[in-house]
């Protein structure tokens, strides 16, 4: 249809978030639901209320059809509910009720490579190098060698569930098992996205069936075939995600309850919803918790590819430890032999694509294999070899099935390994490989030699490109308030771990969702040597003992990775145990502006000895221009200490004056950042903070602005799959009907994250105004295109009989990020040309 595309919508009552592709392991944002009826479904809300108010504020709605599902108390302020968009618009009225929130969506666990089947020789080999690599990256290994290992910690794993039935992590559930605590929230078919299945079914039985939290288990604690970062940690597995599909806020928070009835000393949550605020009922929760004396530890997100502010809730949350990913040196990957090449070569089976067996028939070059591209040799009856880029695998995977290839072998355009998805089944099977291996094979090919590759069920380790270095995907910070995040940074790109054992026993997975759990696992440990420890104690000894990360774009040069995407670095367990004295707070918002900060920070000695300290600085590499596509200067600030050295003497603490100064290299738009560390002479453990700040004015950074939205649009169809929305454009002199339709949308694209947004209605005939309460805390658009859908459907579901037959307008208001909503000048607003509504 001319002029049409497909868009996510902003599901019934257009305050939930957009949705957006999120990953982390987790996570996605709120999906699309279905349209609204014009008295609005019935769905789920959370109810914050304001401090020192509980839900006996309800009381006063009786009159309202609402059902309280949940009293958070423990953990939030605030209950959910279930009522139909109209009444949680009255409730949000109420006295001393601070705010309603959707219950937005956290899409299923999903990671940045497809996993790789363990064989019987894998089996068999000892401990397998990527998780062994891990745990002697952060020296968890060495502390295993103290006897340090966790014994006595319980650490909460709210997740997917955990294969307990799975040897390296106890073979059993209950009293005296190692997964001696847990639940299921939802049941196997739950799918919060699905309205067919969004009903949870709870049980006693938190077994997983979808992989990914027994991955997890794995890293934070697995003993056996591979080993953990504690390996004798006792498991409470908190299963908040069926076999497929998606969660939601409220199974999260319940969740998290559950883990503090439970006593939980260590909390794991490896998902998120990107893009997202510290004031999110999640993170707020995930706060909360470590109030009561647990230490949470998230995913930082895996949007990195989507430039800043990508950080993810719970992990943005502001006593939450948000976990960046590193790259391991090597990944195992199942293996083909090839004869030619008397090698073996990695592989990785194309997400549904049959797996491969006995072996290949002879590989013919193909070419790129896009739609257009000519066809560089005959692949009739052969296996075909093709290169990635430019389309789709799907459309490469049916070029080649369609000429007669009896396999099809993709092999990179860029350095290392790649998993991939989306073709579907044709009885073929699909693999991927290296661009080393892959340009190997070509020149086999191209002097017509015909590769063959041989499925031996051995597995082979691969260079990993990026090894030591932030993961391609690896979320970058700040928070949308510029809040400093992430914290620290872990191994998390290519770990081999534990899945169920119906799947295969092990697999290697990517994501901050790997690099989390091995932080919560260096918590137990820290907690195994020292018990009395809080928290904040935990987060603090953690960071101010991690080093830093190369930057990978030009490693060579030196610079070092951008605070604002690996924290203070990567954790060193055995100095973190070793510390004799701690620098806080470890992470520092230094504000936006052009000028010099300043900001204190406290050296506080835990040792027995006077000790003397130099105050130091690193510069980090700065992010500049637009946040989805930053470039990168090396334009370091100025950073000066009062006192610049110190004396400790043994439990003294002194406060250090840290003035930074922005390069006048540095442009406006630009986050930067560094590493302050205090260097004890003679020896000891050096301890750093780190810090991040915005060049120029924050509030410049528009929000409304794209090139093809804000717009109105026409409702075509709604995709029963993917729930996404596809709209039209409006015709001219069109007319639209609540009751009949065609639906109208407003489709927004939000440049930034909003602190706030309102939209409103005026008559043109009468000058009525209509408006419907603001949404607070919204994330920004994912992607280059990715607009929201605000359907005034969805709108007057919330107000019935609000708009009335005749001539209107929309306006769409945003308060920008730190604005003041008392600011008119803190506001973006954009007016729909005038539309016709009938009965």
């Known amino acids: 249809m001319p002029g049409s595309r497909t868009l996510p919508s902003v599901p019934p009552a257009w305050r939930r978030p957009l949705a957006a592709a999120v990953a982390l392991p987790l996570l996605a944002l709120a999906a699309p639901a279905a349209h609204a009826e014009p008295d609005g479904p019935a769905q789920v809300w959370l109810i914050e209320f304001a401090e020192g108010a509980d839900a006996s504020v309800l009381d006063a709605a009786r009159g309202l059809d609402f059902e309280v599902r949940h009293d958070f108390e423990r953990i939030w302020n605030g209950v959910s509910v279930e009522a139909d968009p109209a009444t949680a618009r009255r409730l949000g009225q109420l006295g001393m009720v601070e705010r309603v929130w959707s219950d937005v969506v956290f899409g299923g666990p999903a990671t940045r490579s497809d996993a790789v089947t363990e064989s019987d020789a894998a089996a068999e080999s000892g401990p397998v190098p990527e998780l062994a690599q891990a745990i002697q990256t952060t020296r968890a290994d060495v502390a295993h ?235 009739n009856g052969k296996a075909a070899l093709i290169v990635r880029g430019t389309c789709t695998f799907k459309e490469k995977y049916e070029r080649a099935v369609e000429e007669g290839a009896t396999a099809v072998v993709i092999y990179n355009d860029r350095p290392g390994p790649f998993g991939g998805s989306g073709i579907e089944d044709l009885g073929v099977p699909a693999l991927s490989v290296t661009d080393a291996d892959g340009k190997d094979l070509h020149d086999l090919a191209a002097i017509g030699e015909a590769p063959v590759l041989e499925f031996t069920g051995d597995t082979v380790l691969v260079d990993l490109p990026r090894g030591g270095l ?126 010099p900060r300043t900001f204190e920070l406290t050296l506080t000695s835990r040792d027995h000895h006077v000790r003397d300290y130099t105050m130091t600085h690193q510069a980090t590499i700065a992010t500049t221009g637009d946040d989805r596509d930053p470039g990168f200067s090396a334009a370091a600030p100025e950073v000066d200490f009062s006192p610049k050295e110190l004396r400790l003497y043994p439990g003294q603490s002194a406060t250090i004056e840290v003035t930074v100064t922005p390069s006048a290299d540095l442009p406006e738009g630009s986050v930067f950042g560094g590493r302050i560390t205090a260097r004890p002479e003679g020896g000891g453990e050096s301890l750093t903070a780190a810090y991040s700040g915005y060049q120029g004015d924050y509030l410049a950074i528009p929000v409304l602005e794209h090139p093809d939205f804000p717009k109105l649009a026409a409702v075509v169809a709604q995709d029963p799959e993917t729930r996404e929305y596809e709209y039209r454009d409006v015709e001219e002199g069109e007319t639209f009907s609540l009751a009949d339709g065609p639906a109208l949308a407003a489709l927004v694209y939000l440049g930034h994250q909003p602190a706030a947004m309102a939209v409103s209605a005026a008559n043109a005939d009468t000058g009525e105004v209509v408006e419907w309460d603001q949404e607070a805390f919204l994330p920004r658009s994912p992607g280059p295109d990715d607009a929201m859908g605000v359907h005034l459907e969805d709108l007057v579901a919330q107000r019935p009989g609000a708009l009335e037959p005749g001539r209107w307008t929309l306006t769409v208001k945003v308060l920008k990020a730190l604005g003041d909503e008392d600011d008119p000048e803190d506001w973006e607003q954009w007016t729909s040309p005038e539309f016709s509504l009938s009965e």
């Open 470 to 595: 932030a993961s391609s995907f690896s979320a970058y910070g700040p928070a949308p308030d510029l809040a400093f995040k992430p914290d620290v940074a872990a191994p998390g790109g290519g770990i081999w771990s534990t899945v169920p054992v119906a799947d295969g026993s092990y697999e290697s997975l990517s994501g901050t969702s790997m690099s989390s759990p091995h932080v919560a696992g260096a918590a137990a440990l820290l907690l195994d040597a020292e018990p009395r420890l809080d928290p904040r104690d935990v987060r603090t000894r953690l960071a101010n003992s991690a080093k830093p990360v190369p930057w990978g774009d030009n490693p060579g040069l030196g610079e070092l990775e951008a605070a604002h995407r690996q924290g203070t670095g990567v954790i060193d367990v055995v100095d973190a145990l070793d510390a004799e004295a701690c620098l806080y707070p470890t992470g520092v918002n230094t504000g936006d502006g052009t000028g």
């Open 145 to 379: 060698d103290r006897g340090i290992t966790g014994e006595g910690v319980k650490v909460g794993v709210i997740d997917t569930g955990i294969d307990y039935t799975h040897p390296d992590l106890g073979g059993c559930f209950g009293d005296g098992c190692r997964v001696a605590f847990g639940t299921d929230f939802v049941g196997d078919d739950f799918d919060s996205d699905d309205p067919e299945r969004s009903d949870p079914a709870p049980d006693d039985d938190p077994a997983d069936c979808a992989g990914h939290g027994t991955h997890v288990a794995g890293i934070v604690g697995a003993d056996g075939e591979v080993t953990g970062v504690a390996p004798d940690v006792e498991f409470g597995a908190y299963r908040v995600f069926g076999c497929e599909g998606s969660t939601s806020a409220e199974v999260i928070m319940q969740a998290l309850e559950a883990a503090l009835d439970d006593g939980m000393d260590v909390v794991n949550l490896s998902l998120g919803q990107s893009f997202q605020w510290p004031g999110y009922p999640t993170a707020k929760a995930a706060d909360r918790l470590t109030e009561e004396g647990a230490v949470v530890v998230a995913s930082m997100g895996n949007d990195g590819e989507s430039g800043i502010y990508s950080g993810s809730a719970p992990g943005v949350g502001e006593d939450v430890i948000a976990v960046a990913s590193t790259d391991n040196p090597a990944e195992r990957m199942d293996a083909a032999f090839v004869a030619a090449l008397d090698r073996p070569v990695g592989y990785k089976t194309l997400s549904d694509s049959p797996e491969p067996e006995g072996k290949t028939d002879g590989l013919v070059w193909l070419g790129r294999a896009c739609k257009d591209d000519p066809s560089e040799g005959d692949v």
